[in-house]
Nanobody
Framework: VQLQASGGGLVQAGGSLKLSCATS????????IGWFRQVPGKEREGLAC????????YYADSVKGRFTISRDSAGKTAFLQMNSLKPEESAVYFC???????????????????WGQGTQVTVST
């Protein structure tokens, strides 16, 4: 496993969590980073991404204005700040990286070839 997502847990509806995506094997600078989530029995949903230069971002409509993707300057960790969480957003959250990305990023899971283990987020009512 080259990427490790962490920071999940149990939070009340309306609360916040900050997920981390860490690697010790390569520098995330120069990689497009994406965040996804999946509920058992459903397709993986793309949430947010940042381009390899960190100058372009894209958010799914479902999370726009509530979630923020970022990365640290050292290139070791990427983040997903999640605010105003809803119970229906309970899922396993994954991060992914793409070294071949161009100027922009995409929230299609086909765009990424490096994946980490997910972290469970549970939002209670």
């Amino acid at each position: 496993v080259q990427l490790q997502a962490s920071g999940g847990g149990l939070v009340q509806a309306g609360g916040s969590l900050k997920l981390s995506c860490a690697t010790s094997k390569f520098n995330l600078n120069g990689y497009a980073i994406g965040w996804f989530r999946q509920v058992p029995g459903k397709e993986r949903e793309g949430l947010a991404c940042t381009s390899k230069r960190g100058d372009n971002f894209y958010y799914a409509d479902s999370v726009k204005g509530r979630f923020t993707i970022s990365r640290d300057s050292a290139g070791k960790t990427a983040f997903l700040q999640m605010n105003s969480l809803k119970p229906e957003e309970s899922a396993v959250y994954f991060c992914a990286a793409d070294p071949a990305a161009g100027q922009y990023c995409y929230i299609s899971d086909h765009s990424y070839n490096l994946w980490g283990q997910g972290t469970q987020v549970t939002v209670s009512t």
